[in-house]
C-alpha cells in the first residue's frame, strides 16, 4: 500500500491510530478470525469490536468473508496488506512537467520464460500453466498477473519528449514479486532492470506472497498461490537509479540513450539456485494495488 501526504491516505493513518485496532491487526497477522472470537481476545463487546473492523475495513487494511462453522455463520476476517510505503515529499517539483503513461503488464513487445510460468486475465487463465507459448495469446494485452520461474519480459515506451524539453527524471511504478512453486513467502529473487540495453541495477524481492488474498485479486483465483506483490517505484536520475529511494547503481539518465524514438524497458529474473527466484508481475485487476505499470517522465 503506497500512502502519501495527501487527504486520501487519511483514512489509514486514522484506522491506525488506536491501541485495539493495532492489536486486532496483530491477532490477525497470525491467523483469520471472526467477530466474536476477536471480541473475546480483546475483552471487548462484539459491536465494539465490529466497528473497529468496519474502520480497517474502509482503510483496505484487512477484509472479511462470511464462512459456515459448526453449523453457524461467521464474519471471519484477514490482513489484506503486510506492507505499507509512506511518500513524504510531493508528487514532483512544481517547476517539471509530467509526461504519464500507463501500461498494462501485458502488453510486453518480447519475452522469455521458463515453467512455472503462466499468464491470467481478471476472468481466466490464458491457455494452459508451464507453457511458455501462451504468453504469446492475442489476449495477453488483457493479462493482470504473469509469471515466470525464469527469464524476462520487455517493453516499449513511448519518448514523447521534444527536441526543446530537457529530461530530469525517469519514474516507474509496478507491483512485482518471486515466483515459488505454489506459494512461499521466504523464496528470495534478484530482480534486474535494464533500459535501452542499459542494466540499471536489482532489487531482491524477499519473497511469492500468498499468505492473505490480495486486495483486488479476483475470487475466482486459487487461495494456495500468489496473491499480491510489493509496490516497487524505480527512479533514474542524473546521479544513478534508485528502488524506493535507496541507490542500486551509478547507472544515470547520463548513461542512457534516451533520444531514442522509443525506449526498451526489461525485467529480468535469471535465478536458478534452489529455494529461489523468479517473477510475477501485477497488473490492474490482480494483487494489493489496482493498476498496470505507470510510468512517469520528468521534463523541463
Known amino acids: 500500500m503506497l500512502l502519501n501526504t495527501n487527504a486520501d491516505s487519511l483514512r489509514v493513518y486514522e484506522a491506525l491510530a488506536s491501541e485495539v485496532r493495532l492489536n486486532i491487526i496483530d491477532y490477525l497477522y497470525e491467523k483469520e478470525c471472526h467477530v466474536k472470537e476477536l471480541a473475546a481476545r480483546l475483552h471487548l463487546s462484539n459491536a465494539v469490536v465490529s466497528s473497529h473492523i468496519r474502520k480497517l ?47 498494462p503488464i501485458g502488453q510486453y513487445t518480447d519475452y522469455e520464460a521458463y515453467p512455472t510460468c503462466g499468464i491470467a486475465t481478471t476472468k481466466a487463465v490464458i491457455g494452459h500453466y508451464d507453457n511458455p507459448a501462451c504468453f504469446m495469446d492475442p489476449g495477453r494485452g488483457e493479462a493482470g498477473i504473469l509469471w515466470f520461474a525464469r527469464g524476462w519480459v520487455e517493453y516499449k515506451l513511448p519518448n514523447y519528449l521534444r527536441h526543446d524539453e530537457s529530461l530530469h527524471e525517469i519514474e516507474i511504478s509496478l507491483e512485482i514479486g518471486s515466483e515459488a512453486p505454489r506459494v512461499n513467502e521466504h523464496w528470495p529473487s534478484d530482480i534486474q532492470f535494464s533500459l535501452n540495453d542499459q542494466p540499471l541495477g536489482s532489487w531482491t524481492s524477499p519473497g511469492d506472497f500468498g499468505k492473505h488474498r490480495g486486495r483486488f485479486t479476483p475470487e475466482w483465483w486459487h487461495s494456495d498461490v500468489n496473491q499480491y506483490g510489493l509496490l516497487k ?20 539518465l547520463r548513461d542512457i540513450e534516451t533520444n531514442r524514438m522509443n525506449w526498451t524497458f526489461r525485467i529480468t529474473a535469471e535465478d536458478r539456485s534452489r529455494g529461489r527466484g523468479g517473477l510475477t508481475l501485477y497488473g490492474k485487476g490482480f494483487g494489493n494495488y489496482d493498476q498496470d505499470m505507470r510510468v512517469r517522465i520528468y521534463y523541463r
Open 57 to 103: 475495513e474502509e482503510a483496505g487494511i484487512i477484509g472479511s468473508q462470511m464462512k459456515r462453522t459448526g453449523g453457524a455463520t461467521y464474519k471471519y476476517c484477514y490482513i489484506r496488506t503486510e506492507f505499507m510505503q509512506i511518500k513524504l515529499s510531493p508528487d514532483r517539483p512544481e517547476s517539471l512537467s509530467v509526461h504519464e503513461l500507463s501500461i
Open 233 to 252: 517505484v524505480l527512479r533514474i536520475k542524473e546521479t544513478g537509479t534508485y528502488v524506493d529511494g535507496q541507490k542500486i547503481s551509478d547507472i544515470g
